[in-house]
């Protein structure tokens, strides 16, 4: 597998899954910062286009290496935007990799920057979340309300608001 980058794992456990229908063992040597715990989003694009993207806004697998794996089949089968991805379309894709900080609440939109912060917004169980330093979200405007959009809060709506950085792989 060469040196292990989030980027490859999520790359190689798609390929195993397509495959061998099961998900990839998590490898025995984890370089850093596969062993840690956090919220990961892993992103396909093909020909710079959006072809599949989930996450963990939280980290729900004993290490960021499993995380990686266990979202990569996701976004690569399960993303409800999208067909699931076939194996001849692999060698086209384009893989990022976030990995998300501990989320913080704020008490104002004044301390977002849609290019450095995510954002999750919380009204009651409804919960949206939006990634830092997205191709044309520029302003904080832009961010909240598809944050909203996706939780199914209204504009008019107070919302709880948490910020969080991420360290994005390629």
Do not use: H
Not at 1 to 27: D, I
Not at 113 to 125: H, L, N, S, T, W
Not at 126 to 144: F, K
């Amino acid at each position: 597998m060469g040196a292990l980058t989030p980027t490859l794992l999520a790359r190689e456990s798609l390929t195993y899954y397509l495959k061998q229908g099961a998900f990839l063992a998590k490898p025995a040597e984890l370089p850093e910062p596969l062993p840690g715990r956090a919220g990961v989003f892993v992103s396909f694009k093909k020909n710079g286009e959006l072809r599949g993207c989930i996450g963990t806004f939280a980290p729900t697998q004993p290490t960021i290496a499993e995380e990686i794996i266990r979202n990569a089949v996701s976004a690569g089968t399960e993303d409800p935007r999208f067909w699931p991805i076939e194996l001849d379309e692999l060698p086209d894709l384009e893989v990022s990799v976030d990995v998300l900080g501990a989320p913080e609440q704020i008490d104002s939109v004044n301390e977002l920057d849609p290019k450095k912060y995510g954002v999750i917004v919380r009204k009651g169980r409804r919960s949206g979340l939006l990634l830092p330093d997205l191709e044309g979200v520029d302003t904080i405007d832009e961010q909240l309300s598809i944050a909203m959009q996706k939780a199914g809060i209204r504009p008019e709506e107070e919302v709880d608001l948490y910020r969080f950085t991420v360290t994005r792989y390629k």
